[in-house]
């Protein structure tokens, strides 16, 4: 059973940094792309980085060179480090992988139970 749990989460001041780790547990075949996502309350959930498995790596507009999607592929762990927080990057930040269904051709998403992140200002 694929299981993604996120870590990292917490408490930061404006200008400080946090690194969100995601463990992938139950194996996962053909990866099509790794993400983290947020979502703010009151918000919907959008994309924050988007690393697709040929190696494209895709940033929220709102990112500005703020934050680094990493993965470890020999340990299964997706990184999200974020640099320069701002007061808005406060929300709940989910983990996720999409893997290709190559019977049905279409794309499984799986996710994590997400991680707290709160900037104060």
């Known amino acids: 059973q694929v299981q993604l749990v996120e870590s990292g989460g917490g408490l930061v001041q404006a200008g400080g940094s946090l690194r969100l780790s995601c463990a992938a547990s139950g194996g996962i075949p053909d990866i099509d792309a790794m993400g983290w996502y947020r979502q703010a309350p009151g918000k919907q959930r959008e994309l924050v980085a988007r690393l697709a498995s040929g190696g494209n790596t895709v940033y929220a507009g709102f990112v500005e060179g703020r934050f680094t999607i990493s993965r470890d592929n020999a340990e299964n762990m997706i990184y999200l480090q974020m640099n320069s927080l701002k007061p808005e990057d406060t929300a709940v930040y989910y983990c996720?992988?999409?893997?290709?269904?190559?019977?049905?051709?279409?794309?499984?998403?799986?996710w994590g139970q997400g991680t707290q992140v709160t900037v104060s200002s």
């Open positions: 996720n992988i999409d893997r290709l269904d190559r019977g049905a051709w279409d794309i499984v998403r799986y």
